[in-house]
């Protein structure tokens, strides 16, 4: 989900008038969207409420295909596939793998003190604090945690937790000579002065800096309480500074606790009788329990459902379905079969404008903007993306059209491409020139396309294919030419600054620059007193970035699906990230 | 020569020399033979069913499959081509001196081959191709990396066979003669020993042919090996398995025949050139 | 005899040491190490990845960490823990040498049953239909991958009969029938390969030592033809039969990569590719070793029984 309708919310979209009209086929030229006006706001008013919403209040949420709410199931063991085993020994403070946030869903909960609504995840929920207050100039954060919460060995959840917890995200730990890392997140948490416990059900978190956003940033399903203070902490202070989840037996705060991990096969884990979320139907999870088959092999696991041994896929890139891959599920399943779909992430190229080579000039950057043909990167380079308007049923959400967002680049491909070619030969590389790319050998195809395509330039895109230790080493360097950037930018418009900013101050930037204008169109956004004056004001930086400067050029955000067997009902779908709603507390089973 | 007239005399021998050299003359002349060029993409004309315009259909991307196998050709033989000649070199070398020296050195030696022996041969090859970096994603390294992954797997084995055959062989009476007349260590392996074992050794590694390739086939499915978008037999194979088979399963069989195709020839080949030249007799009628 | 054993015994830890520190000079020659893989997509700066990377002790000098991996292999956790999950190094042992080693067992049990009949039968009817079949069939294992072999038969269960091999897996001990669904076709894939070459080699040993003298003798002595077949040409052809078993066995537990993915069977093959490639190196270093000392044995016992089949070969020389 892009930043911006984070915090604009799912409205309604309309086509742009800036933009042109909206032709009637879906063959011809794509339209800008923008997002309406009077939506933008009533979601934005909910949101810049500082209290949260009891998420105990909790409706069923309709399923993908849009089958009537019928009465709720308790009962039965949900099987699903685990793309592989959780790293780490499930620390969430160290990794973000879906391997792992999978599982950590149900062990774990949805969210830490808040959470992203089931219903609707551009907003913030209340979980673990049951409300939040700040002070007027954003340095300081209160918490009222929930009475009621239990650990998974029964002990309360208290205050001192979650200071616990943050505090070893945010400073790590340290025992004599031996230093714990803090939480690899750290950085979107803002400038965190001290977090203190007043009482057994009061957190206050006091900063260094204000932090407008700091809820925002906070209800980020990726950050899970996967540390009980009560068996942690001692062993810890002991000397144990790389005790992980696992290693104190995966006592956990969500609807699930653990039965049995084999390493390799599977996690088992059951319900939790002493969950605190309830439904207008009763306590929460409807569910016996669930299994996790570790299947790393995708054709293994296509073979596992459509014979019935699955009742749902497992997450993460190379095991969520592609058009071909589907086509078997459907064929030996028809219509026991549903399909989430799941925002993916956004097909991009980005430029280290830091090494020297043609693309440092701002016109070649453009030319190569212009020349892609994107709709068909769909779905030669990804499985399924947005190419056209399309409604989804159930909550009537309208999707917006993104291949030519953010609504810079309308003109036909022809024009387009005419344009590029005048460009190259102004910038005087009318015969082309080299350009490296790094590449993970994990997820070839977005790469081959670019080469292609970018041959029609006369550049040749030298592909560099590493594994994923070596990429995310080599993302880090300035030894590249271009690349796509990982998928998962920040949430939140604010925090953008990391992947988006100088390289000198974040050296994960997609994009590789020293360019001060950003630091103060990022400044202006932070002084944002108004969400409408926050919406213009990242979309100046949108401009920026995309238009005038091209250090990148989203090609297009692409959709992952995953298949469920159509009597696991409940699940909220759609989801706005792989990583949320795998709490499955709210899923049951017609059957 | 005599051996390449003996293989011509076995109908089977001479079909797999045959099929070799079309494969050879394919991929020299492959720009000749494929009427598109393998990395050209055409999103509009993905998965195509063999027929017109394409020979074997076209695959994910819309490229030519025909044209791809063909290319694929080039790959596949240049690792078979030098991962065989390098383990055949590299271990014979390794592999007699142990042999005609004897004594400590060799049970050291062989030590040091059973510890490369016992190695998975993917691990090798992963750490070889990983540890050459970004150089190696440029096609030519690709191939050479590859080649040496395979030869370092599979030249232990040429090794053992070459000390087995040392030993044979210096028990043979012009061996004797020549070590008794005073002849140098290097002039009695390099003139006597090597020119008789050799042939062994050679109708053995024409097997190895096979086994080079289905490793780089191995490697693919890690994501290593030929680097996307340079056609080779194995990443075919993996993509069209793994991800269209069902839908497009030409992906998937023409690149496997051609393997097929290839493995078997080599493996026949050595057959009969094993039995040409193993000096007890053996089977005549391949 | 006794004294060869002993030498080549004593030999084996050098070669072990030998086999990890090779091992570990590699990993640590590559580009990238495990802290890259731990965090996955997300980002870490650099600050907190030298903190990750301090905590796991990568930032010691190569020799102090190789040392203390060497010692931990004698202390009360052998090996360490894996960088990657934190799973002590011998539980993932534990696990993953017993599933290799029963797929092993698994198939070098069916290929002996099978190989040696139609060696033999190969053989003994050169030529003609039974010699063509049997050699056809060992060649096209040889001609298809693993991979392929493996789609075919679970796309076959699938459309023929909507069934799919267990994919839960279980150890013998626990559940024996599901064990059972479980390995068997991986076993029967594998069987298939490595038969193969048993069977052209079996085949081609006891063709040459048909047309030779000693055969020919026994014939002459009125000796019946399965006397002859059985206890001479056999025999003759053991040696090379057993070259091929000690030289194929190594690759049997460690090549099984494709076929342990595809299956979900939690074995070495596949956990020592997947921390190779999670530069996880006290995992691969224990892992490697490990594979390298079982094919150590092996090829002792290899050369052991040489003797044993052809006393022309003596190990005392």
Avoid at chain 3, 222 to 237: D, I, Q, S
Wanted: include cysteine; charged fraction near 20%; charge should be neutral.
């Amino acid at each position: 989900m892009s930043p911006l309708t984070r915090i604009a919310g799912r409205g309604i979209i309309q086509p742009s008038e800036a933009g042109g009209a909206r032709l009637p086929n879906v063959v011809g030229p794509r339209v800008a969207a923008r997002l309406l006006v009077p939506f933008a706001l009533a979601a934005l008013a909910l949101l810049s409420a500082s209290c949260g919403r009891d998420a105990s209040a909790l409706s069923a949420t309709p399923v993908a295909t849009g089958a009537a709410a019928s009465p709720v199931r308790y009962g039965g063991t949900l099987v699903l596939a685990n793309r592989g085993d959780p790293p780490a020994g499930f620390d969430s403070l160290r990794t973000s793998s879906i391997a792992l946030h999978h599982v950590g869903g149900a062990l774990f909960g949805p969210g830490n003190l808040v959470m992203r609504c089931r219903e609707d995840a551009s907003q913030v929920c209340a979980y673990l604090a049951a409300s939040w207050s700040h002070n007027t100039d954003f340095t300081e954060w209160s918490f009222d945690i929930r009475p009621g919460v239990f650990w998974h060995d029964g002990t309360p959840f208290t205050a001192a937790d979650a200071k616990f917890w943050l505090d070893l995200a945010y400073f790590g730990a340290r025992a004599g000579e031996k230093v714990r890392a803090p939480a690899y997140f750290k950085a979107e948490l803002g400038e965190i002065e001290r977090v203190e416990a007043p009482g057994p059900d009061r957190l206050r978190v006091v900063f260094a800096a204000p932090n407008r956003h700091f809820v925002e940033s906070l209800a980020n399903p990726r950050f899970k309480i996967a540390h009980p203070r009560h068996l942690m902490q001692p062993r810890i202070d002991a000397g144990e500074v790389s005790l992980s989840p696992l290693d104190v037996g995966l006592v956990g705060l969500g609807p699930f606790a653990l039965e049995k991990y084999e390493p390799g096969t599977i996690v088992q884990v059951r319900r939790f009788d002493r969950y605190f979320e309830t439904s207008p139907e009763g306590p929460l999870p409807y569910l016996d329990g669930i299994d996790y088959v570790v299947m790393t092999e995708p054709l293994a696991m296509d073979i596992a459902f459509r014979s019935g041994r699955l009742d749902g896929g497992a997450r993460g890139q190379g095991h969520y379905l592609s058009p071909e891959r589907k086509q078997g599920y459907v064929k030996d399943l028809g219509d026991d079969v549903v399909f989430a779909r799941i925002e993916g992430g956004t097909f991009r190229l980005a430029f280290n404008v830091l090494k020297t080579g043609p693309w440092q000039d701002s016109r070649i950057r453009r030319a190569i903007a212009l020349w892609i043909d994107k709709p068909a990167a769909i779905p030669a380079a990804l499985p399924f993306g947005w190419t056209s308007l399309e409604t989804t049923a159930g909550d009537g959400e309208i999707r917006r059209d993104f291949v030519n967002w953010p609504g810079f680049d309308q003109a036909p491909l022809e024009s387009r491409r005419a344009e590029a070619t005048m460009l190259m030969a102004e910038a005087g590389y009318a015969g082309g020139f080299r350009m490296g790319h790094l590449c993970r050998a994990l997820n070839p195809a977005p790469c081959e396309y670019l080469k292609d395509q970018l041959a029609g330039l006369g550049i040749d895109l030298t592909l560099q294919m590493l594994d994923e230790a070596e990429w995310n080493a080599a993302r880090l360097t300035l030894d590249f030419d271009s690349e796509q950037g990982r998928l998962t930018p920040p949430s939140i418009p604010e925090a953008t600054v990391s992947v988006y900013g100088r390289y000198s101050i974040n050296p994960d930037a997609f994009t590789k620059h020293e360019d001060a204008s950003v630091d103060a169109l990022y400044a202006r956004l932070n002084d944002a007193a108004s969400p409408e004056e926050r919406i213009a004001r990242w979309r100046d930086i949108e401009r920026y970035l995309f238009f005038e400067q091209t250090y990148v050029i989203p090609i297009a955000e692409s959709v992952d699906e995953v298949a469920y067997r159509s009597y696991v009902r409940g699940l909220a779908i759609p989801m706005f990230d792989g990583h949320a709603n795998t709490d499955f507390s709210t899923v049951w089973l017609a059957k | 020569m005599r051996a390449i007239a003996l293989v011509t005399r076995r109908p089977v021998a001479a079909a797999s020399l045959a099929v070799l050299a079309v494969f050879v003359a394919v991929a020299l002349l492959a720009d000749i033979v494929a009427a598109h060029g393998p990395l050209e993409q055409d999103a509009a004309r993905r998965l195509l069913a063999p027929g017109g315009d394409h020979l074997f259909g076209t695959d994910g991307f819309g490229r030519d499959i025909f044209s791809r196998v063909v290319h694929g050709a080039r790959v596949s033989l240049v690792v078979g081509f030098l991962g065989v000649g390098l383990a055949a070199v590299g271990g014979t070398v390794v592999g007699a001196a142990s042999g005609y020296i004897g004594g400590k050195v060799d049970m050291l030696v062989q030590r040091v081959v059973d510890v490369f022996l016992g190695f998975p041969p993917l691990v090798l090859a992963m750490v070889i191709l990983v540890a050459l970096g970004p150089e190696r994603t440029s096609l030519g390294a690709a191939v050479v990396s590859s080649a040496g992954a395979a030869a370092i797997a599979l030249a232990p084995q040429v090794a053992r066979l070459a000390r087995a055959t040392t030993l044979a062989l210096r028990q043979e009476g012009y061996i004797e003669a020549a070590r008794a007349i005073g002849a140098s260590p290097l002039r009695v392996v390099g003139r006597h020993v090597l020119p008789n074992g050799l042939p062994i050794i050679l109708a053995q590694v024409t097997g190895f042919f096979g086994a080079a390739i289905v490793l780089e086939t191995s490697l693919s499915f890690l994501g290593l090996g030929i680097p996307p978008p340079y056609p080779s037999w194995g990443r075919m194979l993996n993509e069209g398995a793994r991800r269209y088979f069902e839908v497009a399963p030409w992906a998937t069989i023409f690149p496997g025949l051609a393997l097929s195709a290839v493995v078997l020839s080599t493996a026949m080949l050595g057959d009969a050139l094993r039995d040409i030249f193993d000096p007890r007799g053996g089977d005549r009628d391949l | 005899m006794a004294r060869y054993i002993a030498w080549r015994a004593a030999l084996v830890p050098l070669s072990l040491l030998l086999a990890s520190a090779l091992v570990f000079l590699a990993l640590m020659a590559l580009p990238g190490d495990v802290v890259h893989v731990i965090a996955g997509d997300a980002p870490a700066t650099p600050r907190i990845q030298e903190a990750l990377r301090e905590e796991l002790g990568l930032d010691r000098p190569l020799y102090e960490q190789y040392r203390r991996w060497l010692l931990s292999v004698v202390s009360g956790e052998p090996g360490g823990r894996s960088l990657e999950t934190r799973e002590p190094v011998r539980s993932i042992i534990a696990r993953q040498l017993p599933t290799t080693l029963l797929l092993a067992i698994y198939t070098v049990v069916l290929s002996m049953l099978v190989s040696f009949p139609l060696g033999v039968m190969a053989a003994v009817r050169r030529n003609r239909w039974p010699d063509y079949l049997v050699r056809l069939l060992t060649l096209a294992s040889m001609a298809m991958p693993d991979l392929l072999v493996a789609l075919f038969i679970l796309l076959g269960l699938l459309l023929v009969f909507q069934w799919s091999p267990p994919i839960i897996y279980a150890a013998p001990w626990t559940d024996p029938w599901r064990h059972a669904l479980i390995m068997v076709w991986p076993a029967v894939i594998l069987s298939w390969e490595y038969s193969a070459h048993i069977i052209r080699v079996t085949r081609a040993g006891m063709i040459s030592a048909f047309s030779q003298t000693f055969i020919t003798s026994a014939r002459a002595k009125g000796l019946t033809e399965r006397n002859v077949v059985l206890r001479h040409a056999l025999r003759n052809a053991m040696v090379p039969s057993l070259t091929v078993f000690g030289l194929q066995f190594g690759r049997l537990l460690s090549g099984a990569l494709v076929l342990e993915t595809v299956f979900g069977l939690p074995g070495i093959g596949r956990g020592l590719v997947q921390a190779g490639l999670a530069r996880d190196y006290p995992v691969v270093l224990a892992l490697a070793s490990l594979l390298v000392f079982i094919s150590l044995i092996v090829s002792l016992v290899v050369d052991v029984l040489y003797a044993y089949f052809d006393p022309r070969i003596s190990h005392t020389a």
